[in-house]
């Protein structure tokens, strides 16, 4: 998130340094996954993607950045986070609107984890600052998205995260391919939902998998 509240264009591009005009061109064997889930196979190595289900919000030739959406980011909570970016004062949070003093704020991923990444449904939309990566959902980096979730002017549904997952060119291709990660459509309750916990079994269910049936068997949905 930035703190100073610029603006910027092409979130994928200029802020997280990737492209972002994804096509359904085919990439080793599949196409981008763009406004999909990744789900982690329980053999992947990484400690940090474990049981992890993230949301592709960029995918092209010159590489992929994604948000995971099922890992609470520790102890600190969004009224904090508001207080600590100067957005509220510590007076102020009890005026808070409901969702506000609810929402809960996740580990993204292990790049960046000072920046904030607002995942949010398209019913909220600022020019030039953000990212509609389909019909439902959209990315704001921006201080106003949390002026206005704080106010009650912000999207019906949104999740905050620090940091994300981002992969060098042909890198998630190829660990798709070494069986690290499954595949599905992405739906709001995954990316939204409250019950953070159950994401990934649930992500799993939906691609018609049973967790303790799983292989070494590369796949996708």
């Given at each position: 998130?930035?703190?100073?509240?610029?603006?910027?264009?092409?979130?994928?591009?200029?802020?997280?340094?990737?492209?972002?005009?994804?096509?359904?061109?085919?990439?080793?064997?599949?196409?981008?996954?763009?406004?999909?889930?990744?789900?982690?196979?329980?053999?992947?190595?990484?400690?940090?993607?474990?049981?992890?289900?993230?949301?592709?919000?960029?995918?092209?030739?010159?590489?992929?950045?994604?948000?995971?959406?099922?890992?609470?980011?520790?102890?600190?909570?969004?009224?904090?986070?508001?207080?600590?970016?100067?957005?509220?004062?510590?007076?102020?949070?009890?005026?808070?609107?409901?969702?506000?003093?609810?929402?809960?704020?996740?580990?993204?991923?292990?790049?960046?984890?000072?920046?904030?990444?607002?995942?949010?449904?398209?019913?909220?939309?600022?020019?030039?600052?953000?990212?509609?990566?389909?019909?439902?959902?959209?990315?704001?980096?921006?201080?106003?998205?949390?002026?206005?979730?704080?106010?009650?002017?912000?999207?019906?549904?949104?999740?905050?995260?620090?940091?994300?997952?981002?992969?060098?060119?042909?890198?998630?291709?190829?660990?798709?391919?070494?069986?690290?990660?499954?595949h599905c459509d992405a739906d709001a309750e995954l990316i939204f939902g409250d019950d953070i916990d159950d994401k990934y079994d649930r992500a799993l269910r939906k691609i018609g998998i049973d967790p303790g049936m799983l292989s070494n068997e590369a796949g996708h949905a």
């Amino acid at each position: 998130m930035n703190p100073e509240g610029k603006r910027h264009g092409d979130v994928g591009r200029r802020i997280i340094g990737i492209g972002s005009d994804a096509s359904s061109d085919d990439v080793s064997g599949q196409g981008y996954l763009d406004g999909r889930l990744l789900v982690a196979m329980p053999v992947m190595g990484d400690p940090r993607f474990e049981r992890s289900v993230i949301y592709l919000c960029a995918h092209s030739a010159e590489g992929a950045m994604g948000i995971m959406v099922n890992r609470p980011a520790g102890s600190i909570d969004f009224p904090q986070l508001l207080m600590q970016l100067n957005i509220i004062k510590e007076s102020e949070e009890i005026k808070l609107a409901g969702s506000a003093e609810i929402m809960k704020v996740l580990s993204g991923g292990p790049v960046d984890t000072g920046r904030g990444f607002v995942l949010h449904s398209s019913d909220y939309f600022i020019a030039n600052a953000t990212l509609k990566i389909n019909d439902g959902v959209c990315l704001t980096t921006t201080v106003d998205i949390l002026k206005a979730i704080a106010n009650g002017n912000g999207p019906q549904h949104a999740i905050l995260a620090l940091g994300y997952a981002g992969w060098r060119p042909g890198q998630l291709e190829s660990e798709i391919q070494d069986n690290g990660w499954l595949h599905c459509d992405a739906d709001a309750e995954l990316i939204f939902g409250d019950d953070i916990d159950d994401k990934y079994d649930r992500a799993l269910r939906k691609i018609g998998i049973d967790p303790g049936m799983l292989s070494n068997e590369a796949g996708h949905a």
